[in-house]
């Protein structure tokens, strides 16, 4: 969903890490698919900035390299019917 230039996703199903989905998942990406709770609607902006101590932002991910994980992980949410 986009408005003005601003993407926004929304939250169907929310991941779960028990669940087996018939492929291998990494850890980051887990841990990013973990933080999108059942409803959400977020752009990227404001995902980042509100989860960016969860990501590790600052310490020692840099913001791009959460972009990028954040990228991935929408896209993994696609495909398993999460978003």
Request: proline content about 1%.
């Amino acid at each position: 969903m986009k408005v003005g230039t601003r993407a926004y996703y929304k939250v169907v199903h929310e991941y779960n890490s028990n669940f087996d989905y018939g492929t291998r998942i990494q850890k980051r990406y887990q841990n990013c698919l973990l933080l999108l709770k059942k409803n959400d609607v977020f752009s990227q902006t404001d995902f980042l900035e509100k989860n960016h101590e969860s990501l590790g932002i600052r310490k020692k991910l840099k913001p791009d390299s959460a972009k990028i994980i954040l990228n991935v992980s929408i896209k993994i949410a696609r495909e398993l019917g999460l978003s």
